[in-house]
């Protein structure tokens, strides 16, 4: 097989990297086929051992991504679909764009390490170091999407998604690729140290879960989640809107009374601003002991927000976040003035983003760190760490996405920021996956995909605080040094025995 793949030319060879791409993504969730990853990434390599010229090695290296990122964000046209008419059109074409984009954060660095080194050890080795760099320059640059990560293919084995904690996402995926990499080279030694790898980060998750103790919450804050799974083409309907509140209002008013109750990005789906009358009576109407937290739009000196607002009981307003990370044509048209306002979502102008991580407080309530949609797939970037939090809060609306992987990707990742923090993350939708997880990402409860109702949670402490949320990213920078002089090393010593 390893020959036959090598062998591969013209087409052949680009559509057998595109097809071990797509194949890697039945890793991800909500799947979580950890072995399709370790035989997509062996193939690349066996692919990549079968050329010396830099043009051919970043083609197969494009089409490996582009098939992993087609077959892996296939949901993204969701979207388009939702708003239907000619705008349907242009889903496919957007996912393939977007594919396209992405495949190039991985296929130029994967090519340049094919290039620098010989097939072997010091090739897997550098493979590694170049996809795991890929990884996290498509998180960061362009406003960053770190989605579907290769450290996520973990997200359904407990143990081993513990490693996140010292780690970090990225680090785990280093890791990661490390492990399936070495299993392309044809010597035992690597296989050993293949399996060493996923034993020791096992291993440390086990240790991590084995430390997890059971808090008592019987006085902890009872917290209310609100699930309203309003269409996507009703959400902004004018004529609804006082029907979905009382809707709402309805679902969170059973026995018990909760201590506050959490609505879901922009469930007011009315503009409100400081002097505004529904901000009162939105605080006065929810029955709760301490107060309501909820997603709106919100206007201020002319500007436009996506926000969270923490409203108490008597209707004042005691913390707001403001979106940072904006949905590029969803809220917010880049390069306006060329592209003119091609825009998914209702109303032709733009959210200005926040600040960035916030703090929010609410009389009674512990701080908890607000963030909206798709925010929380940020690692590093959920915390304020001038007013750290207690918890996370994560609102969001994924109705956008119907019934696909989408939405239950988006909670898997939202957990992986509970481990990286040691947090509770409390999440929010409209429909989606609602549910809350403590700061081992363990599950407390879940209201699936599709389904209208309330829950009930108490909100645990937080975990012991974790290696990564003292280094961040700083192990991961020192794992990728330590592959690249190994690999180079290794390539030399290859080099002077063929010479």
């Not at 975990?463 to 020192?478: I, K």
Request: proline content about 7%; overall charge positive; hydrophobic content about 50%.
């Amino acid at each position: 097989m390893r020959k036959r793949l090598a062998g591969l030319a013209g087409w052949k060879r680009f559509a057998a990297a595109a097809a071990a791409g797509a194949s890697a993504t039945l890793a991800m969730p909500p799947l979580g086929a950890v072995p399709a990853l370790a035989a997509g990434l062996v193939v690349l390599a066996w692919l990549l051992d079968g050329t010396a010229r830099f043009k051919v090695a970043f083609v197969t290296s494009f089409a490996f991504a582009f098939g992993f990122f087609a077959a892996g964000l296939y949901w993204v046209a969701g979207s388009f679909f939702v708003v239907g008419g000619v705008t349907a059109a242009g889903g496919p074409a957007a996912v393939l764009g977007l594919a396209g984009l992405l495949a190039l954060f991985l296929a130029f660095p994967t090519a340049l390490a094919h290039r620098l080194t010989r097939p072997g050890v010091g090739r897997a080795l550098a493979l590694a170091a170049a996809l795991g760099l890929g990884d996290w320059l498509r998180g960061h640059l362009l406003t960053g999407f770190p989605w579907n990560l290769f450290g996520h293919a973990w997200l359904h084995v407990p143990a081993v998604e513990q490693t996140a904690a010292a780690l970090g996402v990225y680090g785990v995926g280093l890791a990661t690729l490390i492990a399936c990499l070495l299993l392309s080279v044809r010597d035992w030694r690597a296989w050993t140290v293949a399996a060493l790898v996923v034993a020791v980060m096992s291993a440390y998750g086990e240790l991590r879960l084995g430390r997890a103790l059971r808090a008592d919450v019987a006085s902890a804050p009872l917290l209310r989640l609100v699930q309203p799974n309003i269409p996507q083409s009703e959400k902004w309907d004018r004529e609804k809107v006082v029907i979905h509140l009382q809707n709402m209002m309805h679902l969170a008013s059973s026995d018990p009374e909760p201590d506050v109750v959490i609505w879901p990005e922009t469930a007011v789906a009315r503009l409100l601003h400081s002097d505004s009358p529904l901000l009162q009576a939105l605080g006065t109407s929810v029955q709760s002991r301490l107060g309501l937290i909820s997603g709106a739009p919100w206007r201020e000196n002319g500007r436009y927000y996506n926000s969270i607002l923490a409203i108490d009981r008597d209707g004042r307003l005691q913390g707001r976040h403001d979106k940072a990370h904006l949905v590029p044509f969803g809220e917010y048209v880049p390069l306006r003035g060329l592209l003119g306002a091609v825009k998914l979502t209702v109303g032709r102008n733009d959210f200005t983003p926040g600040p960035g991580p916030s703090t929010l407080t609410l009389p009674g309530l512990p701080p908890f760190g607000a963030l909206i949609c798709f925010e929380v797939i940020f690692p590093g970037e959920v915390v304020a760490s001038a007013h750290p939090p207690e918890w996370l809060l994560n609102l969001t609306n994924d109705a956008w996405f119907g019934e696909t992987a989408g939405p239950h990707q988006h909670f898997e990742i939202a957990r992986m920021r509970a481990i990286e923090t040691g947090l509770p993350v409390f999440r929010v939708a409209n429909t989606g996956i609602t549910g809350a997880v403590d700061g081992y990402g363990q599950r407390l409860g879940q209201l699936e995909l599709g389904r209208t109702g309330s829950l009930d949670i108490r909100l645990p402490p937080p975990a012991a605080a974790t290696l990564y949320a003292c280094l961040g990213d700083l192990p991961f920078f020192a794992g990728l040094g330590v592959l690249v002089v190994f690999a180079l090393w290794r390539n030399r010593a290859v080099r002077r025995q063929h010479t």
